[in-house]
């Protein structure tokens, strides 16, 4: 009788064993099967770029992307068909975004005309990134024209939608624009082939000083849709 229980203890004490068995091995495979893939990311966003902390990840990839807005206009942030709200200087907001999928994502700015300005990248998911373009190199071309000898200082107040330069015409030489933004949105003056100022949020001020032969200037504000809106002109130097 006492053989009898032996072995049945014995049996008993065998199944529990197999049974511990084979929960510990499910519980000790289960984290490389559902290990879970999060990524935080920086996005900054600027006139005209973004930059990203990383541009790759593994595909499986759950991304955070941390966007914050260091430019002085309104941008957003669009990849992989979400899209933060338009964010205000100085703001952020969270995109989150899981790839399951190798390839290449692209992401812009969805702010009309800024991508076309440059704000726009690819994010590459389980595969190289593109290859950067071959550089190039640009010369400035030189002007034969001569230069006079005159010193005038021009002011260019910029309000909604236009220029006020205090004169059309000026003489040849070195001229100094003294520009102020009395508007209540960003602007900027670009003498369009000669020199393109800082874009200017309302109520700042810049100075530069270029160097003008003879001729007529086309000039333009150049954050998107301004110039449609009619911040652009012309102004005469003559010789």
Not at 73 to 88: D, E, Q, W, Y
Not at 168 to 192: L, R, W, Y
């Amino acid at each position: 009788m006492r053989r009898h229980v032996k072995w049945g203890a014995l049996v008993v004490l065998a199944g529990l064993g197999v049974i511990a068995g084979i929960f510990l091995s499910a519980s000790s495979a289960s984290p490389t099967h559902a290990q879970v893939k999060r990524v935080t990311i920086t996005v900054v966003a600027r006139e005209w770029s973004f930059k990203l902390s990383r541009r790759s990840v593994p595909a499986g990839t759950t991304v955070i992307f941390k966007v914050v807005n260091r430019g002085k206009i309104g941008h957003n942030f669009v990849i992989a068909g979400k899209k933060t709200r338009i964010l205000p200087p100085g703001k952020s907001a969270t995109l989150i975004v899981k790839f399951t999928r190798k390839t290449r994502f692209v992401y812009v700015c969805s702010v009309p005309g800024h991508a076309k300005l440059g704000m726009k990248g690819t994010f590459a998911v389980g595969v190289a990134l593109p290859p950067p373009p071959p550089k190039t190199t640009t010369t400035t071309p030189t002007t034969t024209k001569p230069v006079g000898t005159a010193n005038t200082t021009v002011t260019v107040n910029m309000v909604e939608y236009s220029f006020q330069l205090s004169q059309a015409t000026i003489p040849s030489g070195q001229v100094t624009f003294v520009i102020k933004n009395a508007g209540a949105e960003v602007h900027n003056f670009d003498i369009n082939g000669v020199h393109s100022g800082a874009l200017l949020a309302p109520g700042a001020t810049e100075t530069w000083t270029v160097a003008l032969p003879a001729g007529q200037y086309l000039y333009t504000c150049d954050v998107p849709f301004h110039v449609d809106r009619g911040m652009t002109g012309t102004f005469q130097v003559t010789p």
